[in-house]
């Protein structure tokens, strides 16, 4: 017989066994689903769109003057900052003197001394008259009095606009601003002997306003020319005009046509149209370039799209939607012209769809997802939380 305690043992045994097999043969525990991937998304709404053209444009100033030495003299002295703002009537740069001085003190006493002479010939010719009369002296005598009285008041006519020129010329040393504006770089240093051949010394320029000048292609010149001139600035009047900065950023100011050019270019088939921008802040500087928007004042309720959530393939145009039971579907679209950061929508898009903006590269068609609701800035296209965007 087995002892007690053997029984004991195989009996713990047997269940030991029972329950190893009884976990073996048991269903493995499902895990549980993902949660839906979070995505932000953009409500379309309506929006007035008014019929737009683009064109790429340069600034220039409106009125620019180019300092240049009138006279040939070393540069004594510059009384300005580069870049700086300037007044008119302002000294700008003092040329060297001496000679200018010399000339006008020579001037002044040349007429002093035609002065002089225009006196001593009217007193002989008074007193030549005088004998003349009582047959003392003849008639060549008083006629070469006359020539030498006609003589001294042409010497005196010269040395006065000699004085005059020797005093224009002391002026031109000193070379001042014709108008308000903003002064250039300096093209001479202190030192340099300039003159009229020696080109600009430096340069003043009003750019409030400024001028934006692009180019238009003949139809449209044409077609605009033949609603005629007296229509012109009525036409003029009904456009809203808005520049974007090279960095994507629109101007706040707006601007109005100034000018068409009474011809056209002949190698590029174009006519120069000018608009002009007021610049308060002078964050326009001449040079650059920028995007010239011309809009009409009214236009048609249309559906906008986020550029940002348009992806392409060879089948074209797509975006993806989130539904009613918030799966991700496809659709594809067309577009039209760019309206800031979106698109307008031609067919494809309604108002109150959702379209995914980010997360794209989350998620596909047919996945449910938890969409964020976001506002996008129209303009710059930047992104944020609908709460914040309604503060």
Same mark, same amino acid.
């Given at each position: 017989?087995?002892?007690?305690?053997?029984?004991?043992?195989?009996?713990?045994?047997?269940?030991?066994?029972?329950?190893?097999?009884?976990?073996?043969?048991?269903?493995?525990?499902?895990?549980?689903?993902?949660?839906?991937?979070?995505?932000?998304?953009?409500?379309?709404?309506?929006?007035?769109?008014?019929?737009?053209?683009?064109?790429?444009?340069?600034?220039?100033?409106?009125?620019?003057?180019?300092?240049?030495?009138?006279?040939?003299?070393?540069?004594?002295?510059? &009384?300005?900052?580069?870049?700086?703002?300037?007044?008119?009537?302002?000294?700008?740069?003092?040329?060297?003197?001496?000679?200018?001085?010399?000339?006008?003190?020579?001037?002044?006493?040349?007429?002093?001394?035609?002065?002089?002479?225009?006196?001593?010939?009217?007193?002989?010719?008074?007193?030549?008259?005088?004998?003349?009369?009582?047959?003392?002296?003849?008639?060549?005598? &008083?006629?070469?009095?006359?020539?030498?009285?006609?003589?001294?008041?042409?010497?005196?006519?010269?040395?006065?606009?000699?004085?005059?020129?020797?005093?224009?010329?002391?002026?031109?040393?000193?070379?001042?601003?014709?108008?308000?504006?903003?002064?250039?770089? &300096?093209?001479?240093?202190?030192?340099?002997?300039?003159?009229?051949?020696?080109?600009?010394?430096?340069?003043?320029?009003?750019?409030?306003?400024?001028?934006?000048?692009?180019?238009?292609?003949?139809?449209?010149?044409?077609?605009?020319?033949?609603?005629?001139?007296?229509?012109?600035?009525?036409?003029?009047?009904? &456009?809203?005009?808005?520049?974007?900065?090279?960095?994507?950023?629109?101007?706040?100011?707006?601007?109005?046509?100034?000018?068409?050019?009474?011809?056209?270019?002949?190698?590029?088939?174009?006519?120069?149209?000018?608009?002009?921008?007021?610049?308060?802040?002078?964050?326009?500087?001449?040079?650059?370039?920028?995007?010239?928007?011309?809009?009409?004042?009214?236009?048609?309720?249309?559906?906008?799209?986020?550029?940002?959530?348009?992806?392409?393939?060879?089948?074209?145009?797509?975006?993806?939607?989130?539904?009613?039971?918030?799966?991700?579907?496809?659709?594809?679209?067309?577009?039209?012209?760019?309206?800031?950061?979106?698109?307008?929508?031609?067919?494809?898009?309604?108002?109150?769809?959702?379209?995914?903006?980010?997360?794209?590269?989350?998620?596909?068609?047919?996945?449910?997802?938890?969409?964020?609701?976001?506002?996008?800035?129209?303009?710059?296209?930047?992104?944020?939380?609908?709460?914040?965007?309604?503060?």
């Amino acid at each position: 017989m087995q002892s007690l305690e053997v029984r004991i043992w195989k009996r713990i045994g047997v269940l030991l066994l029972a329950g190893v097999m009884g976990v073996g043969c048991s269903e493995p525990a499902e895990p549980p689903p993902p949660a839906p991937v979070a995505v932000s998304v953009v409500e379309l709404e309506t929006s007035e769109v008014r019929p737009s053209r683009e064109f790429v444009a340069r600034t220039s100033a409106s009125a620019r003057a180019d300092i240049t030495a009138r006279i040939e003299a070393e540069i004594q002295e510059v &009384l300005f900052r580069e870049g700086a703002r300037v007044q008119r009537g302002q000294v700008l740069v003092l040329l060297e003197d001496t000679r200018a001085s010399a000339d006008l003190q020579q001037s002044e006493a040349e007429l002093t001394a035609a002065r002089a002479e225009l006196d001593s010939a009217q007193r002989n010719l008074r007193r030549g008259e005088d004998v003349a009369d009582k047959g003392f002296l003849s008639a060549s005598d &008083l006629d070469k009095l006359k020539d030498r009285f006609s003589a001294a008041q042409s010497r005196l006519q010269a040395a006065e606009a000699a004085l005059q020129k020797a005093r224009t010329n002391l002026d031109y040393a000193e070379l001042r601003a014709p108008f308000d504006g903003w002064i250039g770089r &300096l093209n001479f240093d202190v030192g340099a002997v300039v003159g009229p051949g020696s080109g600009p010394i430096t340069s003043v320029l009003v750019t409030d306003p400024m001028y934006v000048e692009f180019q238009v292609n003949e139809a449209d010149f044409i077609a605009f020319r033949r609603a005629g001139a007296e229509s012109a600035d009525a036409v003029a009047r009904t &456009l809203d005009l808005t520049l974007t900065l090279s960095d994507g950023a629109r101007y706040e100011q707006s601007g109005t046509l100034d000018f068409a050019d009474v011809q056209t270019d002949a190698s590029t088939g174009t006519v120069a149209i000018r608009a002009v921008f007021p610049n308060p802040g002078a964050v326009l500087v001449p040079g650059l370039y920028v995007t010239l928007k011309v809009a009409g004042h009214a236009g048609d309720q249309r559906v906008l799209v986020p550029q940002v959530a348009i992806q392409e393939t060879l089948e074209g145009k797509f975006v993806l939607l989130v539904d009613g039971q918030n799966q991700v579907v496809q659709r594809f679209i067309k577009t039209g012209a760019r309206e800031g950061a979106l698109l307008v929508v031609e067919s494809g898009l309604e108002a109150g769809d959702r379209v995914v903006v980010e997360g794209l590269q989350k998620v596909r068609a047919g996945v449910a997802v938890n969409p964020v609701r976001k506002h996008i800035d129209p303009e710059t296209g930047a992104l944020s939380q609908l709460d914040e965007a309604l503060q």
